[in-house]
């Protein structure tokens, strides 16, 4: 037999866009529902990043969710460059833009907004199967969902599709309506977790043979490190050994010499895209998040990304359902996209600065260096990059 009954607003996905926006939604009086397709347990032993854009760190203030962030979380004022054969130099985000960065894993956020959602009693339906949008481009949409083996009618007013890269919001979308860009670059990062004090600061190096890799950090004794690799290549033609030589490799001396090995904790390869879906309406569906558009991490943007769509569509849904104003509706598409492509671009810029391509001739390298060398010399030209790294405005 279905099971039916009602909400405001459906929200599929329960990672950080879904959460915040039902967190949001729920302090502003509007019931909504989150479906989420895993566990409460799974959804939280993804292993994320999460350095915070200052708006993402206000608005997580703003909420109320600020505190473990402000005791836990440590300032993160620069933008490190080690590029072989040149002393590594630092450009001051702080300085330029006058705002603060927050490193704070994304897995703690998630586990804060469970526990303000379970506070609330907020309505969170885990491991819903079989998550179906209907008729989105109605007046009366709804979702259907498998629970504890029963099927499930939810009917709602607006549904926001927050489930990530591969849910099922995004394909509810015609594909005439739907326009999709996409960029993948010919290899993926190889990351590896290991139980070592980490570099001081996080540090993106670039080798002008070897390739790109990143020193970062979750405390003061957990590292994660990434080089690029090819994205074919097998995990077990990386042991531990091969990594750390290649990473230090990868290092001008000075700092490889400073990098603590020891035995991983955790290994992958990610592959790296750009991808954005246009738009991000159709009728009563809403998309957030990765749900709607992918950057490479190169600039860690995407959960920040996310945050400021849910931003947008609070602020959209708030004043049609509380005030009857539609403009915020109709315009959330266009406003967040804009400051969609800005990131987009400034991850594919960041990630074509840094990485070698195996197509590259001569005179992409030495476009690449020179590129560098205007960034290290051109106070303006770092100020520019700052403004984008710390994050633009949301009513940019
Ligand atoms: P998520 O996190 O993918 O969550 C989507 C949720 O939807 C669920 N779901 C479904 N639920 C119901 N029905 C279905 N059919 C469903 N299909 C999927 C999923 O189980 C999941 O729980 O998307 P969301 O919420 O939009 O959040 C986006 C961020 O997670 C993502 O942009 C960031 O993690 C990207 N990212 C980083 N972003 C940053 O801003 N800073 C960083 O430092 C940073 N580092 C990273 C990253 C992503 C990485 N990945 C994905 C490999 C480092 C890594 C390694
Ligand atoms: C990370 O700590 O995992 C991390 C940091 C910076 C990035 C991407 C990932 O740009």
């Not at 394909?171 to 005439?176: G, K, L, M, T």
């Amino acid at each position: 037999m279905l099971k039916s009954r009602k909400t405001q607003v459906v929200i599929i996905g329960g990672g950080p866009s879904g959460l915040m926006l039902c967190h949001m939604l729920n302090h502003r009086g509007i019931d909504a529902t989150v479906l989420e397709r895993k566990s409460k347990s799974y959804v939280l032993q993804r292993i994320r990043a999460g350095v915070l854009e200052a708006g993402t760190v206000q608005l997580l203030k703003d909420e109320g969710l600020g505190a473990r962030m402000d005791s836990e979380g440590h300032s993160h004022d620069a933008l490190h460059i080690a590029w072989q054969g040149f002393d590594p130099f630092a450009i001051d985000t702080n300085l330029h833009t006058g705002k603060k960065m927050v490193a704070y894993g994304q897995t703690q956020i998630t586990e804060d907004l469970y526990n303000a959602l379970e506070r609330q009693g907020a309505d969170l339906v885990m491991e819903a199967e079989d998550v179906e949008v209907h008729e989105p481009d109605s007046e009366s949409p709804f979702v259907t969902y498998v629970s504890d083996g029963q099927t499930h009618k939810l009917e709602c007013d607006y549904i926001a599709g927050c489930d990530g890269f591969h849910g099922a919001s995004r394909r509810a979308i015609p594909d005439s309506i739907l326009k999709t860009y996409e960029r993948v670059y010919p290899f993926g990062w190889l990351g590896i977790m290991s139980e070592t004090p980490p570099l001081k600061d996080i540090t993106y190096a670039h080798h002008p043979e070897r390739g790109f890799a990143l020193a970062s950090q979750r405390s003061q004794s957990l590292s994660r490190y990434y080089i690029q690799c090819p994205v074919t290549d097998d995990l077990d033609s990386w042991s531990d050994e091969r990594f750390w030589d290649e990473i230090k490799a990868r290092f001008p001396p000075e700092l490889a010499a400073q990098i603590v090995s020891g035995p991983s904790i955790e290994k992958s390869i990610a592959p790296l895209r750009s991808f954005v879906a246009e738009p991000m309406r159709y009728g009563r569906l809403f998309l957030a998040g990765d749900a709607a558009h992918i950057v490479p991490p190169t600039g860690a943007k995407g959960l920040n990304l996310a945050f400021s769509d849910v931003f947008y569509l609070c602020r959209a849904l708030t004043e049609q359902i509380s005030n009857n104003n539609q403009r915020y509706l109709d315009e959330y598409s266009q406003t967040a996209l804009r400051r969609v492509w800005t990131n987009v671009r400034i991850s594919w810029w960041l990630t074509g600065l840094l990485h070698i391509f195996p197509d590259d001739t001569g005179f992409d390298k030495k476009i690449r260096e020179n590129e560098f060398f205007h960034l290290r010399k051109s106070e303006r030209a770092q100020a520019a990059l700052a403004e984008q790294v710390v994050g633009v405005p949301f009513d940019y």
